[in-house]
């Protein structure tokens, strides 16, 4: 669940973050509209709180994967709100890179294509990375929450056994155990990251 929710953040967070950084004003792909509907749509899934986000897209949910409960269930939910999240730290780190680096790949007649994959990303690898890590720990914290819906997960184990039955030992344990991966995970992404740093 955890899983696969990354990986649909990345294949669409990065290009979507990509596409907030070059359509700017100034910048190798301006084009306000395509800016301004992108900006509008992460805008607004970011604004909305998870629970209520998860609640309302209950149909889109079972129409994509048939059901609304259960691990795929929550695959939709922490998918839609972990990408524009992804995106928008996509395009921070993409905002961090030396404009100088950027005009002398246009001066040199590098195409679009070529800015994006030979300058801008091996530019940006470290707060990717960054951005990488913050989305996967939200997407944990958001599991936790789909267990209030039947989204198993270890949301479900402390929603389920510790909290309806008055179990505290359950749920410290869950606790415990989601601040440590917490911690190992944003360890190891820092650890990753400084090794791209140039």
Known sequence: MVGLSLIIAIVLGIPL???????????????????????MIINMIRSIPFIILMVALIPVTKLLVGKSTGAMGAVVPLSVAAVPLLARLVETALRNIDKGVLESSVASGAS???????????????????????????????????????????????????????????????????????????????????????
């Open 112 to 198: 679009t294509w070529q800015i994006i994959t030979s300058v801008l990303l091996p530019e940006a690898t470290y707060g990717i990375i960054q951005g990488i890590t913050l989305t996967l720990i939200n997407i944990i914290a958001y599991s936790a929450t789909v267990g209030a819906i039947g989204g198993g997960g270890i949301g479900d184990l402390a929603i389920r056994y510790g909290y309806y039955r008055y179990d505290n030992m359950t749920l410290i344990v869950t606790i415990v155990f989601l601040v440590l991966v917490v911690q190992i995970i944003q360890i190891s992404g820092d650890k990753l990251a400084e090794l791209t740093k140039k």
């Open 17 to 39: 973050g990509i596409l907030l950084y070059i359509t700017s004003q100034g910048l190798i792909w301006k084009n306000h509209v395509v800016r301004a509907i992108s900006n």
